[in-house]
């Protein structure tokens, strides 16, 4: 989920990294950013998110409640400044959702939670690997959760391939609901080098991710360690050594329960 909350000025090429791990952060005072205040100025916002033209939109007020778009951008503008805007993207679109001062956006609503086991799913890689509960046997895995029309995704290719050069004994996957081509043009422009499992939009809704990117550590008995959005990489200036702590933490606390 991408958030819109105050905070100090960027560069574009620390805005840039920081969106890498943008589950909540502020773009209202960032460098070429700012909130719209009417819906004349959505497209360039939206643009500069790396949100696709012709993405489905919702407009939605502090409690959820859908509002039309110029009701949304008429309460935004009255609040002269004191409302942000929380960004969410899932499968079915894109919604902004007013935000009073001091909230923090909810976290995405996953289907599954720490201890739970993985439901059933058949994967195949662009290299036609098989992936299913079956092959998770054995090792850990890291999941990431990404789409080629997410750039928070794009920012992150580097710190996933960082990571896949720190931690071999990995097991690693990139899942997205993108179809083949699309996700063979995103390795080849962006340099991906995890295995990457395409058209997992069943897999993606049985686990309940609506929020990209995210992560999911899964156990070697193919249970949940952790999934979600991991908040505290956003500002990092090494996010590489910090997802690989975050992944030894959890291994090590998974592993202290048996």
């Given at each position: 989920?991408?958030?819109?909350?105050?905070?100090?000025?960027?560069r574009?090429a620390?805005l840039?990294?920081?969106?890498?791990?943008?589950a909540t952060m502020?773009?209202a005072?960032a460098?070429g950013?700012?909130?719209?205040q009417?819906a004349?100025e959505e497209?360039?916002f939206?643009?500069?998110?790396?949100?696709?033209?012709?993405?489905?939109?919702r407009?939605?007020?502090?409690?959820?409640?859908?509002?039309?778009r110029?009701?949304?951008?008429?309460?935004l503008k009255?609040?002269e400044?004191?409302?942000?805007?929380?960004i969410?993207?899932?499968?079915q679109?894109?919604?902004?959702?007013?935000?009073?001062?001091?909230?923090?956006?909810?976290?995405?609503?996953?289907?599954?939670?720490a201890?739970d086991?993985?439901?059933?799913?058949?994967?195949?890689?662009?290299?036609?690997?098989?992936l299913?509960?079956?092959?998770?046997k054995g090792r850990y895995?890291?999941?990431?959760?990404?789409f080629a029309?997410?750039?928070p995704?794009?920012?992150?290719?580097?710190?996933?391939n960082?990571?896949?050069?720190?931690?071999?004994e990995?097991r690693?996957?990139?899942v997205?609901?993108?179809d083949e081509?699309t996700s063979?043009?995103?390795?080849q422009?962006?340099?991906l080098r995890w295995p990457?499992?395409?058209?997992?939009?069943?897999?993606?809704?049985s686990?309940?991710?609506n929020?990209f990117?995210?992560?999911?550590l899964?156990?070697?008995?193919?249970?949940?360690?952790s999934i979600?959005?991991?908040?505290e990489?956003q500002?990092?200036?090494k996010p590489?050594?910090l997802l690989?702590?975050?992944?030894q933490e959890?291994i090590a606390r998974?592993a202290g329960?048996?």
């Amino acid at each position: 989920m991408i958030s819109v909350h105050h905070f100090r000025p960027l560069r574009p090429a620390a805005l840039l990294a920081a969106l890498a791990f943008s589950a909540t952060m502020n773009l209202a005072q960032a460098a070429g950013f700012s909130l719209p205040q009417a819906a004349a100025e959505e497209p360039a916002f939206l643009a500069a998110l790396g949100v696709p033209a012709q993405t489905p939109l919702r407009y939605q007020d502090e409690d959820g409640r859908d509002l039309p778009r110029e009701a949304f951008y008429q309460r935004l503008k009255a609040a002269e400044g004191k409302l942000s805007v929380a960004i969410s993207k899932s499968t079915q679109g894109v919604a902004l959702q007013l935000q009073p001062p001091g909230r923090r956006p909810d976290t995405a609503r996953f289907k599954v939670s720490a201890g739970d086991a993985v439901p059933g799913f058949s994967l195949r890689s662009l290299d036609q690997a098989a992936l299913s509960p079956d092959t998770l046997k054995g090792r850990y895995t890291l999941m990431s959760f990404y789409f080629a029309g997410c750039a928070p995704c794009v920012a992150e290719v580097p710190v996933l391939n960082g990571l896949q050069a720190r931690m071999p004994e990995l097991r690693l996957a990139a899942v997205t609901f993108d179809d083949e081509a699309t996700s063979r043009r995103f390795v080849q422009d962006h340099g991906l080098r995890w295995p990457v499992y395409p058209q997992a939009k069943p897999f993606l809704q049985s686990l309940g991710v609506n929020s990209f990117p995210a992560f999911a550590l899964l156990s070697p008995e193919g249970k949940v360690v952790s999934i979600g959005p991991l908040h505290e990489l956003q500002r990092s200036e090494k996010p590489v050594e910090l997802l690989q702590r975050w992944v030894q933490e959890q291994i090590a606390r998974d592993a202290g329960k048996t």
